[in-house]
């Protein structure tokens, strides 16, 4: 099947994308895909911002999953230092630390299989906290029931990450511990509860080409798409499963970036886990292929990222700049750090939780 690339309509997302439709547009000349994606970026967005977000795992390892690629599942022996869930203080800490790099949006991860009912609270205290900073929520937790949705929504959580990881056809040989439906029940429970989506999927885990195309059609499917579209290479940990799973070539990579903005041209696309082994024209062919947010700081969870300082350099070279929030002057910051405090005192929010 040929696409027209002369005449590119992106007036409206489509919904309705087929598997032919979306392995055409892989299968375009890299120079022709390239222009089509970096021209349905430029109709939706500001072409030289980037949004920048701050990832901390709150709570870290020996979680009961057994994602293959992960190095906090307890099934692989990874040597990484299990950790409890962290004090809400010192979390509104680091989250006013990545403001002040630049960072406007916030995301935490909890190494669980879903909320326990006796850390909930905790984390319903952190989301307040960062709101409170003038920052955007995000939380990954696992799956979730109605109540716990429902109760992220109320306390005013902006997005939460549950990614898909792969296609529908390739899972079971990635995850036999929760199933694709699981996957996507969480989702649905998430958007009904008016909270955004952000789920996108992983690459170089051995799957075929076929497989990108699956999941970026099942992305594309959603109405309306995520808002935020995680594209993430796989960091490849000693221990896991995947520890010597085969390279996947750059420019396959840099392709997938391409027809997600293509398939959801409103969405934004982070290139994702990965960047610390991509040089810096790697992440330029990324950002013009329409990738428009990333994470930095050191760590992405559990892997290394590059620093803060690079990537402020790297947008330097290339004329880019992070996309801004309302701002707040750093005495509203501390503030608000101070306010959050007394109220995690005088609740007793602060404890020793377990692993």
Same mark, same amino acid.
């Given at each position: 099947?040929?696409?027209?690339? &002369?005449?590119?309509?992106?007036?409206?997302?489509?919904?309705?994308?087929?598997?032919?439709?979306?392995?055409?547009?892989?299968?375009?000349?890299?120079?022709?895909?390239?222009?089509?994606?970096?021209?349905?970026?430029?109709?939706?967005?500001?072409?030289?911002?980037?949004?920048?977000?701050?990832?901390?795992?709150?709570?870290?390892?020996?979680?009961?999953?057994?994602? =293959?690629?992960?190095?906090?599942?307890?099934?692989?022996?990874?040597?990484?230092? =299990?950790?409890?869930?962290?004090?809400?203080? @010192?979390?509104?800490?680091?989250?006013?630390?990545? @403001?002040?790099?630049?960072?406007?949006?916030?995301?935490?991860?909890?190494?669980?299989?879903?909320?326990?009912?006796?850390?909930?609270?905790?984390?319903?205290?952190?989301?307040?906290?960062?709101?409170?900073?003038?920052?955007?929520?995000?939380?990954?937790?696992?799956?979730?029931?109605?109540?716990?949705? @429902?109760?992220?929504?109320?306390?005013?959580?902006?997005?939460?990450?549950? $990614?898909?990881?792969?296609?529908?056809?390739?899972?079971?040989?990635?995850?036999?511990?929760?199933?694709?439906?699981?996957?996507?029940?969480?989702?649905?429970?998430?958007?009904?509860?008016?909270?955004?989506?952000?789920?996108?999927?992983?690459?170089?885990?051995?799957?075929?080409?076929?497989?990108?195309?699956?999941?970026?059609?099942?992305?594309?499917?959603?109405?309306?798409?995520?808002? &935020?579209?995680?594209?993430?290479?796989?960091? =490849?940990?000693?221990?896991?499963?995947?520890? $010597?799973?085969?390279?996947?070539?750059?420019?396959?990579?840099?392709?997938?970036?391409?027809?997600?903005?293509?398939?959801?041209?409103?969405?934004?696309?982070?290139?994702?886990?990965?960047?610390? %082994?991509?040089?810096?024209?790697?992440?330029?062919?990324?950002?013009?292929?329409?990738?428009?947010?990333?994470?930095?700081?050191?760590?992405?969870?559990?892997? %290394?990222?590059?620093?803060?300082?690079?990537?402020?350099?790297?947008?330097?070279?290339?004329?880019?700049?992070?996309?801004?929030?309302?701002?707040?002057?750093?005495?509203?910051?501390?503030?608000?750090?101070?306010?959050?405090?007394?109220?995690?005192?005088?609740? @007793?929010?602060?404890?020793?939780?377990?692993?």
């Amino acid at each position: 099947m040929s696409l027209n690339t &002369s005449v590119v309509n992106t007036s409206e997302p489509r919904f309705d994308w087929t598997q032919a439709e979306v392995k055409a547009l892989f299968d375009l000349p890299f120079m022709d895909l390239m222009f089509r994606a970096q021209t349905v970026h430029r109709e939706n967005f500001t072409p030289n911002e980037v949004q920048v977000s701050t990832l901390l795992s709150i709570k870290t390892g020996a979680c009961p999953e057994d994602c =293959k690629y992960c190095p906090q599942s307890g099934h692989y022996n990874t040597e990484l230092e =299990k950790e409890k869930l962290m004090e809400v203080q @010192k979390v509104l800490e680091e989250a006013a630390l990545a @403001k002040e790099k630049g960072a406007s949006r916030f995301c935490m991860g909890a190494a669980w299989k879903h909320p326990s009912e006796k850390d909930f609270p905790y984390v319903l205290e952190m989301i307040k906290g960062v709101k409170s900073l003038g920052l955007e929520s995000c939380v990954t937790l696992g799956t979730l029931n109605d109540e716990q949705a @429902k109760r992220l929504s109320d306390v005013g959580l902006d997005y939460y990450n549950h $990614n898909l990881d792969t296609s529908a056809e390739y899972y079971d040989s990635i995850i036999t511990t929760r199933t694709y439906q699981d996957r996507l029940d969480t989702l649905s429970r998430v958007r009904d509860s008016g909270i955004k989506l952000c789920c996108g999927g992983i690459m170089g885990m051995g799957e075929e080409q076929k497989d990108r195309v699956g999941l970026l059609r099942q992305l594309s499917h959603m109405s309306p798409h995520p808002e &935020s579209v995680p594209i993430n290479m796989l960091v =490849k940990v000693e221990g896991t499963p995947l520890e $010597n799973v085969d390279d996947l070539d750059t420019f396959e990579f840099i392709r997938t970036i391409a027809v997600a903005r293509i398939l959801m041209p409103k969405s934004h696309v982070r290139l994702s886990a990965g960047r610390q %082994g991509m040089n810096e024209q790697t992440q330029a062919l990324c950002f013009m292929a329409g990738a428009n947010s990333i994470f930095y700081g050191e760590k992405l969870l559990t892997t %290394g990222n590059p620093e803060a300082d690079k990537d402020m350099a790297l947008f330097a070279n290339l004329g880019i700049n992070p996309e801004k929030r309302e701002e707040h002057s750093d005495a509203a910051v501390a503030e608000a750090i101070a306010a959050q405090v007394v109220q995690q005192e005088e609740s @007793k929010l602060f404890y020793e939780a377990s692993v």
